[in-house]
């Protein structure tokens, strides 16, 4: 289950008092659901906590050492018969929802930790960890400067036992696994050298720069260190195998986003999209010049880009233009009149993806930044990656792209999400939601008209469609043995009509997160959902009343939200 927050770890809160196991039993179940974020979530997460806007956890950092799992393990447990056992007859028919959901994250989280054993398995689990530990305290002004850079510097303090641990645990990890972490460490290395000093320049207390001078430094020598492991003495062993299994894989979904249809037809489901949007593409092209072939005309359109130097000025020029159009055909409540800010991704989520939202989290009360990141090309790269990347930021894709981060994709759900019903809605949720609800977007939002019926908007959209139906189909056959790794690669390129350069990065991708089918899954839930929902409504149905409706919930899994909206447990598809 998908939090709207980054990564899972751990720490041993100092402030506990009593034995875990003397605690009493909730009185109600508030009480329960925040003894369980203290205790058996931020505890172990404390740069969670950060994100989500709970600033007592700015000093901690995840403790990844084999005790630390193993008390989080217990926990987990023990949470999962407290919360599993609390009388029915207590909670509301929202609370029984929210009491599923705290499950699933529960038993997702367990997963991991004992069966998929990420932890063991990952390099890059323990260098973006301490990335994305001192991004978090620094990407939002929540407090001045000075106290910022005091919870980095507890931070960075910490940060050699975090790399003990991971010399500790690495076990054979599969080759890609180790590839990408090794490759992501000279931008994660030049992070704590420049970005991280850049972000306190304001800093005048000479004691406290000299203090963090040291704590960085010995961060970045630490940095070195690893990528000098990894590289000579982690990279020659890996030869583990990172497909999770069929079992592990149905029980992943089933716990993450509460859908429990078996694999093969979920295969058939997904086939049956792909041939769909290939036939759509194939029509659309045709419409635009019936003398070449849909290839031809999609290596045109990808030539209409910006340059490099241009990219995040073409993305900010398409925000406005999506939010007026909302705002005037009534498809959306906006909550906020705040724009999120577009800015280059940071280095060390550079390796795994073009595109992505950073929002505040739901607790945040002073900074309330959002952040629209975008990869640019890397100096390093051959003019004709640079040309590749490029290419998958066409005109078309620019379009699709901001609709699914921004208007009215991932920005405008988690504005809702400040409002969302419950505690357990604001801080847990489905990514077949999330990300569901933002590949809809990209569908919905040319369905009603934007772009005044441009052919080569509409390519666009079906190309990022043809990409998740593609990570649907490879994401499922790679880890259940159906598919190689240069089987998806071909897969991607061949019938998910993308370039070389997007088809080996979705691939990578794909390698650690298998379940990456939850974009046109979760699309394809809410099209059915809408479909379900106008039929009950009837004469009085609206498209903006059944969009703000669906964000209301928060981001639970679709099922929950069927049951919210439609009364009962129907199939979500």
Same mark, same amino acid.
């Given at each position: 289950?998908?939090?709207a927050?980054?990564? @899972?770890f751990a ?6 008092t ?10 109600n ?15 172990f ?8 806007g709970f600033?007592?956890y ?12 193993r ?6 447990? %023990?949470?999962?018969t407290e919360?599993r056992?609390?009388p029915?007859?207590?909670l509301t028919a929202?609370? /029984? ?6 499950l699933g994250t529960?038993?997702s ?7 998929i054993?990420?932890w063991?398995k ?10 994305n ?6 990407? /939002?002004?929540?407090a001045?400067?000075?106290e910022?850079l005091?919870?980095?510097i507890?931070?960075?303090?910490q940060?050699?036992?975090m790399?003990?641990?991971?010399r500790m645990n690495?076990k054979?990890p ?5 590839e990408?972490?090794?490759?992501q ?5 030049s992070?704590?050298e ?5 972000a ?6 000479r004691?406290?720069?000299a203090?963090?001078l040291?704590?960085?430094t010995?961060?970045?020598r ?7 492991? @990894?590289?000579?003495?982690? @990279?020659p ?7 999770i299994?069929?079992?592990t894989? %149905? ?5 993450d ?8 037809k ?9 041939r ?11 419409k635009i010049d019936?003398?070449r ?6 290596a045109?359109a990808?030539k209409d880009?910006?340059t ?7 993305f900010?020029?398409t925000l406005?233009?999506l ?5 005037r ?6 909550p ?5 800010i ?6 060390f ?8 939202m ?9 900074a309330?930044?959002?952040?629209? &990141?975008?990869?640019l ?7 004709k990656?640079?040309e590749?990347?490029l290419?998958?930021?066409n ?11 921004t208007?009215? =994709? ?5 504005l809702w ?10 801080l847990?949720g489905?990514?077949? &939601? ?15 008209g934007?772009?005044g019926?441009?052919l080569?908007?509409r ?6 469609a @043809?990409?998740?139906?593609a /990570?649907?189909?490879a =994401?499922?056959?790679?880890?259940? =043995?159906?598919?190689?790794?240069e ?10 009509m ?7 990065v979705?691939?990578?991708?794909g390698t650690s997160?298998p379940?990456?089918l939850?974009?046109t899954?979760g ?5 059915k959902?809408?479909?379900d929902?106008?039929?009950? %409504?009837?004469a009085s ?8 409706t669906f964000l209301?919930?928060g981001?639970p899994?679709?099922k929950i939200?069927?049951?919210?909206m ?5 199939p979500?598809?």
């Amino acid at each position: 289950m998908r939090r709207a927050f980054l990564f @899972l770890f751990a720490f041993l809160l100092e402030t506990v008092t009593m034995p875990i196991h003397a605690q009493k039993p909730a009185a109600n179940w508030d009480t329960l659901v925040d003894r369980f974020f203290d205790e058996a979530d931020f505890q172990f997460n404390p740069s969670a906590g950060t994100s989500a806007g709970f600033h007592q956890y700015d000093g901690k950092l995840e403790d990844f050492s084999v005790d630390a799992i193993r008390r989080e393990v217990a926990t987990l447990r %023990r949470y999962e018969t407290e919360v599993r056992d609390f009388p029915a007859e207590r909670l509301t028919a929202e609370q /029984r929802a929210d009491r599923e959901i705290v499950l699933g994250t529960i038993r997702s989280t367990l997963l991991d930790l004992e069966t998929i054993r990420t932890w063991e398995k990952n390099p890059d689990h323990y260098s973006s960890a301490a990335s994305n530990a001192i991004f978090v305290i620094m990407s /939002r002004k929540f407090a001045p400067e000075a106290e910022r850079l005091k919870s980095v510097i507890a931070r960075e303090r910490q940060m050699p036992k975090m790399f003990e641990a991971a010399r500790m645990n690495l076990k054979n990890p599969p080759r890609i696994y180790t590839e990408i972490a090794i490759e992501q460490l000279p931008g994660i290395i030049s992070f704590f050298e420049n970005d991280v000093p850049l972000a306190f320049k304001g800093v005048q207390d000479r004691p406290l720069l000299a203090q963090f001078l040291e704590a960085n430094t010995a961060v970045i020598r630490t940095l070195q260190r690893y990528e000098a492991f @990894l590289k000579n003495d982690v @990279l020659p062993r890996s030869k583990g195998d990172f497909r999770i299994g069929p079992d592990t894989y %149905r029980k992943k979904l089933l716990y993450d986003e509460m859908v429990d249809i078996p694999l093969d037809k979920l295969l058939q489901i997904g086939y049956a999209n792909l041939r769909q949007n290939q036939e759509a593409f194939r029509e659309t092209a045709k419409k635009i010049d019936p003398k070449r072939r849909p290839q031809e005309i999609l290596a045109a359109a990808e030539k209409d880009h910006p340059t490099a130097a241009n990219l995040l000025k073409a993305f900010r020029d398409t925000l406005g233009g999506l939010r007026d159009y909302i705002t005037r055909h009534g498809i959306v409540t906006i909550p906020s009149p705040v724009a999120p800010i577009v800015e280059e991704t940071p280095p060390f989520m550079r390796a795994l993806t073009s595109a992505s939202m950073d929002t505040p989290g739901p607790y945040e009360k002073v900074a309330k930044e959002a952040f629209f &990141n975008v990869t640019l090309p890397e100096k390093s790269w051959t003019p004709k990656h640079v040309e590749e990347h490029l290419e998958m930021f066409n005109r078309g894709v620019i379009t699709s792209t901001s609709i699914h981060e921004t208007y009215p =994709g991932h920005y405008v759900q988690f504005l809702w999400v400040q409002s969302a019903p419950s505690k357990v809605r604001k801080l847990i949720g489905a990514n077949s &939601n999330a990300e569901g609800w933002a590949h809809y977007c990209e569908q919905m939002m040319i369905d009603e008209g934007y772009g005044g019926g441009d052919l080569k908007l509409r390519l666009g959209q079906l190309q990022d469609a @043809l990409l998740r139906d593609a /990570r649907y189909i490879a =994401g499922i056959q790679m880890h259940t =043995g159906q598919m190689t790794y240069e089987q998806a690669v071909d897969f991607f390129e061949k019938e998910g009509m993308q370039t070389h350069s997007t088809a080996v990065v979705e691939t990578r991708r794909g390698t650690s997160d298998p379940t990456y089918l939850y974009y046109t899954l979760g699309k394809l839930e809410i099209l059915k959902l809408r479909e379900d929902y106008q039929k009950a %409504r009837g004469a009085s149905f609206s498209l903006k009343d059944f969009h703000d409706t669906f964000l209301k919930q928060g981001f639970p899994p679709i099922k929950i939200v069927r049951q919210t909206m439609l009364g009962n447990d129907s199939p979500v598809l």
